[in-house]
């Protein structure tokens, strides 16, 4: 029950609620003025900034390859650090502003009277000009005037760190900014006190590079000179010297310049840069001089004079003893070693290989895709002489060992024509490398003594790795031996059923053999070893230790072939000898698939105790 006590004090206190509400509660303050914004700045449309700190001026402008300095010297610029600038001024905010009736007429005591700082950044319709101040009096703001904007702004300090200290600041360090003009850059010289060092140029016809200085004339590796000219664009300016300040240029090894660097186009100068003497306080610095652009400046020595004074040949020469070419224009390949001259040609129909030479039989395509593949990958370590008059001297006069590529005829020509050759002499007692000369020239050249180590030597290496091939279905008797054992014969009727010395073969025994003959029918050699009927003897692989023989009777296409595979000994790697009768009627020896062996030996559970 509700009594006149409790209602009296429910009255009380909704009094004394709405009272705190009227009068005592905060209420939300209104929102402070909107503050007048700076001028807008559309970065793209900013064409030149200028700088005036005092009697410093400094003024850039952009061009069409980027941002360039013009006062007080001419200089590229570096257009990201410009560009901060810019960005930086277009993206600030004022934190507050003090109109013209508060800030009166004393602008000295926001230090814009004079200013500290001019900022003018002329556009293609509007220009804008900044004048900074001093620091607030809790040094993280800056006082600011801009045009056409009356008042004062306060605005934060952080753009402050994009401006230079000095212009130097803002040079492009970099030696040689190509840009575009690398694309077409199409000679490269440099030059000692005693005359031509090396010079590069490019044929404008088709496009290749020559080493035309030292003669005679050399074959330049394009790719080389690419990562040159990249690598060149790397290249900085540790510190620009001022001429006031600067040393005569005798004193820096600049008149003359130890090496002179100049890349153009044309007649178009696009690089110069004079290397001089080590820095007298700087290790590992040399002076520098750009004659485009007169400015002094020490740079790096390893990365400029110590890898321009190596060899021209180690520097840009072409390595390939063979130019590239495409393996289907390949029509023939002559080898020719001390143990064997040998022939292999290119069906141009449907580009397989045969050996043509001794012998007539298949090429494994994989074997000779290898070749090729190394042969347009063999380069020489150096270039050993490059005018030769007696090539008796490098074993080249009759050389041990050549290798021919011919083309297939072209233009209507019936016959072959010449794609390459190249001849290995002699051995190099002092470091191992092998003498060696291409065709077409009349200099020596060293090659690892691995590259001709690898090469076929002999043709059967390049053989079919499958001796042959057939399915289970057609193999109708087989005579499988083991040391100490008489041969054991099974044979398949007419029913397809196989039969042994015990009878006929169970089911499972019958899919035993089955398989066992289909992984013999399907077989790769895994490596080519050697040949003869002589190596069938040797120790190493164990033919006369295990005896182990499979003979097999196959019937294709009406006639009936006889395989006879021997199996030895495995060597350390686990890998397994093996030997056939090749197609020119030599014992071969090779490595045997593990895989295959293993299904070999359940056969051998075929065998009677």
């Known amino acids: 029950m ?79 650090r410009v560009m901060a600038l810019v960005e930086a001024l277009a993206a600030l905010r004022p934190n507050n502003h ?90 490269l010289t440099l030059t000692d006190p005693a005359g031509p060092v090396l010079e590069l140029r490019r044929n404008t016809t088709n496009g290749t590079w020559r080493i035309t200085q030292p003669e005679p004339s050399k074959r330049a590796d394009p790719l080389r000179i690419r990562q040159f000219l990249e690598e060149l664009q790397g290249w900085t300016a540790k510190q620009f010297i001022s001429a006031e300040s600067a040393s005569s240029k005798e004193d820096m090894g600049l008149q003359p310049p130890v090496l ?102 298949n090429a494994d395509e994989e074997l000779v895709g290898d070749l090729l593949f190394q042969l347009a990958n063999l380069q020489a370590q150096s270039l050993v002489k490059d005018v030769v008059t007696d090539f008796g001297e490098y074993g080249l006069e009759e050389p041990s060992t050549s290798v021919v590529l011919w083309q297939l005829p072209t233009n209507g020509s019936v016959t072959n024509k010449m794609m390459a050759r190249v001849d290995f002499g002699r051995v190099d007692p002092d470091n191992g490398l092998i003498f060696a000369r291409r065709h077409d020239e009349n200099m020596v050249y060293a090659l690892d003594g691995l590259e001709l180590q690898t090469l076929p030597d002999q043709h059967f290496r390049l053989r079919n790795k499958q001796p ?21 014969e099974f044979s398949r009727n007419d029913l397809r059923r196989w039969s042994g010395p015990s009878g006929q073969l169970t089911t499972p025994s019958e899919t035993t053999m089955n398989k066992t003959l289909n992984a013999l029918g399907k077989f790769s050699v ?24 499979i003979e097999l009777e196959v019937k294709q296409s009406g006639r009936l072939v006889r395989h ?41 559970a075929l065998l009677p105790d």
């Open 260 to 361: 002179k660097l100049r890349l153009g186009h044309g007649t178009n100068r696009v690089v110069a840069l004079d290397l001089g003497g080590t820095h007298t306080n700087q290790t590992g610095f040399i002076y520098a001089h750009n004659p485009i652009l007169d400015t002094l400046m020490t740079v790096s020595r390893t990365n400029t004079l110590d890898l321009l004074k190596q060899s021209p040949w180690k520097l840009f020469g072409d390595r390939q003893m063979i130019n590239s070419f495409k393996s289907n224009a390949v029509a023939r390949i002559d080898i020719h070693t001390p143990r064997e001259k040998f022939s292999l040609a290119q069906n141009p129909t449907d580009n397989t290989w045969q050996i043509v030479k001794p012998t007539v039989q």
């Open 468 to 488: 042959w091939q057939f399915a289970d279905t057609e193999v109708s008797k087989v005579i499988l031996t083991l040391k100490g054992d008489e041969p054991v």
């Open 564 to 604: 006879k595979l021997h199996l030895g000994a495995a060597n350390l790697q686990g890998e397994r000898y093996a030997a056939t009768t090749g197609p020119d009627g030599q014992m071969v020896v090779f490595t045997f698939p593990e895989v295959v062996y293993a299904q070999v030996l359940k056969i051998y």
């Open 2 to 80: 509700i009594t006149r006590q409790t209602i009296t004090l429910l009255i009380l206190t909704m009094g004394v609620f709405l009272y705190l509400a009227a009068f005592e509660w905060d209420r939300k303050p209104p929102p402070p003025p909107s503050l007048p914004s700076l001028p807008t700045v559309d970065i793209a449309q900013v064409k030149s900034v200028e700088l005036q700190r005092g009697p410093q001026f400094f003024r850039l402008e952009r061009g069409t390859d980027g941002w360039d300095i013009v006062q007080p010297f001419k200089y590229p610029a570096q257009e990201s």
């Open 526 to 549: 895994e490596r080519w070893l050697v040949q003869g009927d002589d190596k069938f003897s040797v120790p190493t692989f164990g033919f006369l230790d295990t005896a182990e023989r």
């Open 98 to 187: 003090i109109p013209d009736n508060e800030s009166g007429s004393d602008l000295a005591k926001f230090g814009l009277d004079p200013e500290r700082m001019t900022l003018r950044l002329e556009g293609l319709a509007t220009n804008h000009v900044f004048r900074l101040g001093k620091l607030t009096p809790l040094r993280d703001k800056l006082y600011l005037a801009a045009s056409e904007s009356p008042g004062i702004y306060v605005v934060p300090i952080h753009f402050l760190q994009t401006l230079p200290r000095e212009m130097d600041h803002w040079r492009d360090p970099r030696l040689a900014p190509l840009g575009v003009s690398r694309a077409r850059v199409d000679h």
